[in-house]
């Protein structure tokens, strides 16, 4: 059976390197937003909106409306602040803005994607993304938005980059200190299950990520040493 060829484009499709780095931008500033305001992010405004902007780049509050998800309200109360940070992070980026309605470009590419494509290739595609953004230690939530992902699927893609990269530098998510206690609790516990490790930590400190993050290569490890002590 062929995987299915139509599938709901994400938001990033079609965005070039400069234009991703810039919804990437985008994206920090609304986080803080929603953060300061304590509001889920996509109230602020959605993630095609953000990809739109990076995409469109208007440079006035006349032309803001066109993007897409920005009415009257939203222009309102967003849009001096997210036309500010538009362009800031485009001027970094040598990207330039447009003050011209008749010249914004069309949405129709950014809405509609370049192409239908195959489940396999957008399963690839999102975890080619992730690699990508684990390695600049981007938060898991910023990375799940960019894989259009869910941020559990994005843990265990997390989890199994640590593995592959054991010096990989990990305190973007998991502080030295809390690696330090769960190693710590884990050989006086074990380590082959969680949860004991987990509540000897404090399950209210720790999540079961930091845990299995700082167990990267432990286990491994305590199977070597058994065997040293069994041979």
């Known amino acids: 059976m062929q995987a299915s060829e139509t599938r709901a484009t994400r938001p990033t499709d079609g965005l070039s390197p400069e234009e991703l ?9 609304r986080r803080q937003q929603a953060r300061a305001h304590e509001v889920p992010p996509f109230q602020v405004l959605t993630n095609r909106t953000l990809a739109d902007l990076a995409r469109r780049r208007p440079s006035n509050t006349l032309i803001i409306k066109e993007i897409f998800g ?4 939203k222009a309102q109360a967003w849009g001096e602040p997210v036309l500010a940070v538009l362009h800031e992070g485009a001027q970094a ?11 914004l470009a069309a949405p129709t590419e950014l809405l509609l994607g370049p ?14 993304i992730a690699e990508v953004a684990f390695g600049a230690g981007l938060p898991l939530e910023l990375t799940a938005e960019l894989c259009a992902r869910a941020p559990a699927t994005v843990a265990g893609w997390l989890e199994d980059w640590a593995e592959r990269h054991p010096q990989a530098d990990l305190s973007p998510w998991l502080s030295p200190a809390t690696r330090q206690q769960v190693r710590e609790q884990a050989q006086i516990v074990g380590c082959e299950r969680l949860k004991p490790v987990r509540e000897a930590v404090g399950a209210g400190t720790v999540s079961y990520l930091e845990v299995r993050l700082a167990l990267v ?15």
């Open 21 to 29: 780095s810039l919804y990437q931008h985008l994206a920090e500033w």
């Open 70 to 73: 920005i009415g009257p309200a």
């Open 93 to 103: 980026l040598g990207l330039a803005l447009c003050d011209n309605i008749a010249e």
């Open 115 to 128: 192409r239908r494509r195959t489940d396999a290739e957008s399963v690839a595609e999102a975890h080619r």
């Open 217 to 231: 290569g432990l286990r491994g490890q305590s199977h070597v040493e058994q065997r040293l002590v069994l041979q």
